[in-house]
């Protein structure tokens, strides 16, 4: 929805000046984790990230109110994980703290070309303790009041098969209330069994509005990766907005039935990929809200993406 349809659905709730000012609300479900990334060969500096954390920290902030639904621990590092998230303009109402349990941790390195390799420490981290001894439909109330719902299979990853189906009730809940729910398939294959993928995915696709999803998404899943695939993949699920990083050069979107492509140029210094793929997806939907162009949401995405693999880190400057 462009920022004039937004505004013309709300009119009747707005004045000119509030009309004028206001944001979109956006709510990102998640974890956040303490990232540590080799500076050089066997030195590594630390900061916080994780991918509906990335998201959010890339959203445009004169388009978006940004809130993050996620928990961490009670600790200083916790502590300072809030001031962090607080200096990135994203609200800390749903963010909750929890005694006995520590944010997740995770190890980056990368290979000559600049992919990334991750080690995951987080079976015990406080946002899986949270997803999975918290009725989530609970928080209806708080997030009915969202224009869109943001998450990933990461998300998804966390609950356990007991409580993925409350997380289902709530999107039917939220899509009840013209929610708008954005997905990124993010799979990251170890966290996941295949069997467990394919059930947990085919419960959550049929409520997803916008649908992100890499090349290598789409290959660990699927077994390959082509735009035709993906075309029946958003077909099947009737989902009206599917956005294809197919490869560093070939990016698509499918939108209304129309198929729009853009051919990027090859980067080859390639520093680190990581936080490129939320990035991409933040700046394709703050440009899609803006302007309401899906070529111009994928130029401006791809060149955002461009900027954050020629850093260092998940979370850069790419102003």
Sequence with gaps: MSLGLYYKKHKKKCNTKIKKNMKIKIC???????????SKKNLYSQSIAGDTLNFLSYLENKIFDTSYLTAIGTSEVSKRTLTFIK??????????QINKHELGLYLIENSIRGEKIFYYWRDNSAA?????????????TKLKKFDYIYFSGITLSLFESKKIDNFVI????????????????????RRWSKPKLNSYFSKILPFVDILFCSGEDLKLWKGENNS???NNLIHKYDINHGIYRNNAKLNYSFYKDKKYLIKNKIVH????????????????????IKFNDVQKALKVASEIGTKIVMKKGAIVNVK
């Design 228 to 230: 035709k695939t993906f």
């Design 28 to 38: 990102s479900i998640g974890e956040c984790m303490i990232e540590l990334s080799n």
């Design 269 to 288: 210094k390639v520093v680190d990929t990581s936080g490129a793929g939320d990035g991409y997806n933040a700046a394709y939907l703050s440009n899609f």
């Design 170 to 189: 709530l999107l039917n809940l939220l899509k009840k209330k013209n929610t708008k729910i954005v997905f990124d398939l993010n799979i990251r294959i």
């Design 128 to 140: 899986r303790f949270f997803f999975n001894n918290h009725d989530i439909t609970k928080y209806f």
């Design 87 to 96: 200096n990135k303009k994203i609200k800390l109402n749903l963010i909750f």
